[in-house]
């Protein structure tokens, strides 16, 4: 009789197991759907290759100017030659990639990077170059970079399948994560055992591996996109980014957390870490921290899909403040880690799932329009407190300065999450692909009946 029971357990218990399995593993199959696609494969490859490159040359290019004479003011100086054109051109780029495609400005973008690399990297074998030659090509590469990024995030669209949208956005955030932490270390190798000269040549080439792949996509005829005012152009972008609630407000949260929270962090943060943490070395943890938070997120992320995304990618946002507190209350330095390991996972799950959500309902002719708009509101104000940072502090003090800028994401995340907006957009499926015309029996596709 025992045996009885049990064999009638056995049964449903063995389906069970099977039906989970079965679950599980189309569930593995479909976190890496978006490798299945050839354009995707192509475009990832060249992608991780010049991240890798530009996480090396952030290291090399501020030796290169120690190197070469320059100062601490000068570090500013050619890092904010960099940042100032990336929000002045965004909106620009955002343009030019929905009324040229996103394939030829991206391939215009890194043309320019690789141009300024190379020639950073020549001007290095060369010598020791003036201040104002960092400073004209690292505004080359921020302007660079400001006609990539909008063409991005419309281009993945049109590469990954719909129903892997976000598991494509989680791995390019992968891919930036892991090359965040793997970069700086190699470059720190490189530059002691060769100088900043062949690191800065790497990156000038790994974006010619960018443009390769990229120049490899096999992408749908496109019709010529019809000559319209450039006024106009912005205007459509402006009433797409304007039109839904969520995608201005989410830009607002960012502007004012950018300003008041995350650029006293990136400034204040280093000092605070010289101060009680034991300098450099301890701030390096820190950031690393932070990225392998930001890589274990993406990796989760793949494959899932929120019924509300905003929702979930809202509730990660508390995990932004974190470090910023613990380094206010002077926490040792492995809680700080901790803390900015939890920033990088609710970054990076923000991201995924944020993004994936204006894809879905922006429009894809406007996407990079709309996406230039996010980008210049949510960063622009960011510029603007990395140079108010220390100058506020001097006067209210560091620890006052990091404990307001967590108190406001605390609140930011909290009065976003309740407003409405933001609770009822919901994760929306792609449209059905049209099917595939009959095809004859040569495999050639049938010809419809006159």
């Not at 992968?174 to 965040?180: D, G, P, S, V």
């Not at 990395?386 to 560091?398: D, E, K, Y």
């Not at 995340?413 to 309740?418: G, K, R």
């Amino acid at each position: 009789m025992v045996n009885n029971v049990s064999a009638g357990y056995r049964i449903p218990f063995i389906k069970r197991s099977k039906y989970v399995s079965r679950v599980r593993a189309e569930f593995a199959v479909n976190r890496l759907a978006p490798l299945r696609e050839r354009n995707f494969r192509r475009f990832y490859a060249g992608y991780v290759t010049s991240r890798l490159g530009t996480s090396m040359s952030g290291v090399a290019v501020v030796f290169a100017v120690l190197g070469s004479g320059g100062t601490a003011v000068d570090l500013g100086y050619v890092a904010a030659a960099q940042i100032v054109p990336q929000v002045v051109f965004v909106l620009g780029g955002g343009v030019l990639a929905d009324r040229l495609g996103r394939r030829p400005v991206m391939l215009g973008a890194d043309a320019l990077r690789c141009g300024a690399q190379a020639t950073l990297a020549a001007a290095l074998f060369a010598g020791r170059p003036w201040i104002w030659l960092f400073m004209l090509l690292a505004a080359l590469v921020g302007t660079g970079e400001a006609l990539f990024q909008p063409a991005l995030d419309a281009l993945t669209v049109q590469i990954a399948p719909g129903d892997a949208l976000a598991s494509a956005n989680a791995l390019t955030g992968a891919a930036t994560a892991a090359t965040a932490i793997a970069g700086p270390a190699l470059a720190g190798v490189l530059v002691a055992l060769a100088g900043p000269a062949p690191v800065i040549a790497v990156d000038a080439a790994s974006y010619g591996a960018s443009m390769l792949a990229l120049g490899m996509l096999r992408l749908p005829g496109r019709a010529a996109a019809q000559a319209r005012p450039l006024l106009r152009e912005f205007g459509e972008g402006w009433r797409q980014f304007t039109g839904r609630a969520w995608l201005w407000l989410t830009t607002v949260q960012f502007a004012l957390f950018n300003l008041i929270t995350r650029a006293p962090y990136l400034v204040l943060g280093p000092v605070l870490a010289r101060d009680y943490l034991g300098g450099a070395r301890a701030w390096g943890l820190i950031q690393a921290a932070s990225g392998a938070g930001s890589l274990l997120a993406g990796l989760a992320a793949l494959g899932r899909r929120p019924a509300r995304p905003l929702l979930t990618a809202t509730l990660a946002t508390f995990g932004y403040p974190v470090p910023c507190l613990l380094l206010a209350l002077r926490a040792p330095g492995p809680a700080v880690a901790g803390g900015a390991f939890a920033a990088g996972f609710g970054g990076a799950l923000f991201t995924t799932f944020w993004l994936t959500t204006m894809q879905q309902h922006v429009p894809a002719e406007a996407l990079a329009r709309t996406s230039s708009f996010v980008t210049f509101g949510a960063f622009g104000p960011g510029a603007l407190g990395l140079a108010l940072a220390g100058p506020v502090a001097q006067v209210a003090g560091i620890t006052r300065v990091l404990g307001a800028g967590a108190a406001w994401a605390v609140l930011g995340s909290a009065v976003v999450l309740a407003l409405p907006p933001v609770r009822a957009v919901r994760w929306r499926p792609p449209a059905p692909r049209p099917p595939a015309p009959p095809r004859g029996p040569g495999g050639q596709p049938e010809r419809p009946a006159p």
